[in-house]
């Protein structure tokens, strides 16, 4: 079992930044990927950066250039810097996690979200 504990959300003036964290315990593998997803109200959830243990990163395009997502290993920690917000940012962001086993399945863990919210 992994457990996701996500801190750093709140509100935030359009152009502003905020930094959103997960940790993670628990019994972690190797190869793996952290993530963060978002759900705006009413809509469904999407995938916005992920970023695996070799380090390969993705973005969804609405936040690229102003979201970077970075980890520490070491602290099994994942970050989202969010720069230059957008009130079209404003949801309830998730961490995730997955991971390998030397089966070749994987296992999916979720953080218990926190709210970002962007004034206009």
């Known amino acids: 079992q992994v457990q996701l504990v996500e801190s750093g959300g709140g509100l935030v003036q359009a152009g502003g930044s905020l930094r959103l964290s997960c940790a993670a315990s628990?019994?972690?593998?190797?190869?793996?990927?952290m993530a963060w997803y978002r759900q705006p109200p009413g809509k469904q959830r999407e995938q916005v950066a992920v970023?695996?243990?070799?380090?390969?990163?993705w973005y969804v395009d609405s936040v690229k250039g102003r979201f970077t997502i970075s980890r520490d290993n070491a602290k099994n920690t994942v970050y989202l810097q969010m720069n230059s917000l957008k009130p079209e940012d404003t949801a309830v962001y998730y961490c995730?996690?997955?991971?390998?086993?030397?089966?070749?399945?994987?296992?999916?863990?979720w953080g218990q979200g926190t709210q970002v919210t962007v004034s206009s």
């Open positions: 995730n996690h997955k991971q390998r086993y030397g089966s070749g399945s994987w296992s999916e863990y």
């Open positions: 628990g019994s972690i593998l190797s190869i793996n990927t």
């Open positions: 970023m695996s243990s070799l380090g390969t990163t």
